[in-house]
């Protein structure tokens, strides 16, 4: 069994059986790309399968160790965005003081 610690921003490709370990530090989002990929991150009760197209989202830190089952793998770990930062509208009286508005 070979382990690796790598740069997390590189997308991770994974040969069958091989086992890759990542850092993850705040959230994330863990997607595969191609093949099957079993998950077990440092805290969570449970293990993840992801198949190709599925995504994981993860707020925390640990340690996460992929490998790829039945073949080749390949998947991507990205910071997810902010909280705050979607796409939902802000009304402008939320970021202004409260009365300030009424000088528009």
Same mark, same amino acid.
């Given at each position: 069994m070979t382990i690796s610690f790598t740069d997390p921003s590189?997308? &991770?490709?994974?040969?069958?059986?091989?086992?890759?370990t990542r %850092?993850?530090? &705040? &959230?994330? %989002? !863990? %997607?595969?790309?191609?093949?099957l990929v079993w998950l077990t991150i440092a805290g969570c009760r449970d293990d993840i399968w992801l198949q190709p197209g599925r995504c994981f989202d993860?707020?925390? %830190?640990?340690?996460? !160790?992929?490998?790829?089952?039945?073949?080749?793998a390949e998947f991507t770990v990205t910071p997810l965005p902010p909280k705050g930062c979607g796409d939902d509208p802000i009304r402008i009286a939320k970021l202004l003081p409260h009365g300030l508005i009424r000088w528009f």
């Open positions: 590189l997308p &991770g490709q994974l040969q069958q059986g091989q086992v890759q %850092r993850l530090q &705040g &959230g994330v %989002r !863990i %997607r595969v790309t191609s093949g993860y707020h925390g %830190r640990g340690d996460a !160790i992929f490998e790829a089952v039945n073949g080749a």
